[in-house]
């Protein structure tokens, strides 16, 4: 029985190195083709991000909505930022920011908002005035006062990259399903930060703040970060997506923010100037909301 367990087990281990592995990497007959599956062999992986089974509201006991700071100087959240050089890299890796970037520009994401409650649209010509920034050098002011065109090499445009996104902010519910009887967790918004583009080469601190870059409605995401791989570094023949990693949790977030009776207000508006208290009132919140599931099985 035991060897028979270890044959299946063996045998289990090949087949799904052989569905995740690099794409088409062991059929091509040349580097273009890897990476590139036929029709056959897409029909035949049918590989479409987990649905989330239907919740009725009346299975709801108990829900709290949270927003989280997940910082990517942790090392947990480093596959959410690398690789920020893609040059020297193939193109079935990219960080979070570039394939979300890139989905919003071709379309394949076809709404970006302001905020975090969605009401508010944004175009690729905001994102663009927002993402980006021209300055003109002293020297093109005075040759275009002097001859009255500025040559382009005094323009210099910066643009934000995946390098400067420092954190993402994440919206989530955390709720009681009373039929299942367990506490559970849905993302229900995400949203690339980096500092403000126009002071985001200051020397001072007070700048470098993240600020929220555009908010994704998750669920429209999920087709495209499923697509998008991230590094395993523990067995690159199996790699995770990028919606699996973010469904899973399998990243640290501090949370920052709590639906409350003040209008959601933030942590840091009643916490100010005390970064350790700040802290631990998010631990607070945490704590609060795992108690809960806890307390459903005191007796």
């Known amino acids: 029985m035991n060897s028979r367990n270890f044959i299946l087990t063996i045998v289990s281990m090949f087949v799904v190195s052989g569905l995740f592995a690099q794409a088409n990497i062991l059929n091509a007959t040349a580097p273009e083709e890897i990476g590139v599956k036929t029709e056959a062999q897409l029909a035949l992986d049918n590989d479409k991000p987990l649905e989330y089974g239907y919740v009725d509201d009346r299975d709801?006991?108990?829900?709290?909505?949270?927003?989280?700071?997940?910082?990517?100087?942790?090392?947990?959240?480093?596959?959410?930022?690398?690789?920020?050089?893609?040059?020297?890299?193939?193109?079935?890796?990219?960080?979070?920011?570039?394939?979300?970037?890139?989905?919003?520009?071709?379309?394949?994401?076809?709404?970006?908002?302001?905020?975090?409650?969605?009401?508010?649209?944004?175009?690729?010509?905001?994102?663009?005035?927002?993402?980006?920034?021209?300055?003109?050098?002293?020297?093109?002011?005075?040759?275009?006062?002097?001859?009255?065109?500025?040559?382009?090499?005094?323009?210099?445009?910066?643009?934000?990259?995946?390098?400067?996104?420092?954190?993402?902010?994440?919206k989530g519910l955390w709720y009681f399903d009373k039929r299942l009887g367990e506490l559970k967790y849905r993302l229900i918004g995400i949203a690339p930060a980096a500092p403000d583009v126009n002071f985001i080469d200051s020397e001072d601190e007070a700048n470098k703040m993240p600020i929220a870059l555009f908010w994704v409605f998750y669920p429209e995401a999920r087709e495209v970060l499923h697509n998008a791989k991230v590094?395993?570094?523990?067995?690159?023949?199996?790699?995770?997506?990028?919606?699996?990693?973010?469904?899973?949790?399998?990243?640290?977030?501090?949370?920052?923010?709590?639906?409350?009776?003040?209008g959601d207000r933030e942590v840091k508006e009643y916490i100010s100037d005390n970064a350790l208290m700040q802290l631990l009132e998010s631990e607070r919140i945490k704590d609060k909301i795992r108690n809960f599931e806890m307390d459903m099985w005191s007796y």
């Not at 949270?66 to 100087?73: A, C, P, S």
């Not at 690398?82 to 960080?95: A, C, E, K, L």
């Not at 997506?241 to 899973?248: A, G, I, K, M, Q």
């Open 231 to 262: 590094l395993n570094s523990g067995n690159s023949a199996v790699p995770l997506s990028f919606d699996h990693l973010l469904n899973s949790r399998r990243f640290n977030g501090i949370i920052y923010r709590e639906e409350n009776v003040y």
């Open 60 to 170: 709801i006991l108990y829900s709290k909505m949270i927003w989280e700071k997940i910082v990517l100087d942790e090392r947990v959240n480093f596959p959410l930022y690398y690789p920020v050089d893609t040059n020297n890299i193939g193109n079935n890796r990219r960080s979070l920011f570039d394939v979300l970037l890139k989905a919003v520009q071709s379309g394949e994401i076809e709404n970006v908002y302001d905020d975090s409650y969605f009401t508010t649209k944004r175009t690729l010509n905001d994102l663009g005035a927002a993402m980006s920034r021209v300055d003109t050098l002293d020297i093109g002011y005075e040759q275009y006062n002097a001859e009255g065109f500025v040559d382009p090499q005094y323009i210099i445009k910066r643009d934000i990259t995946s390098y400067d996104v420092s954190a993402y902010l994440v």
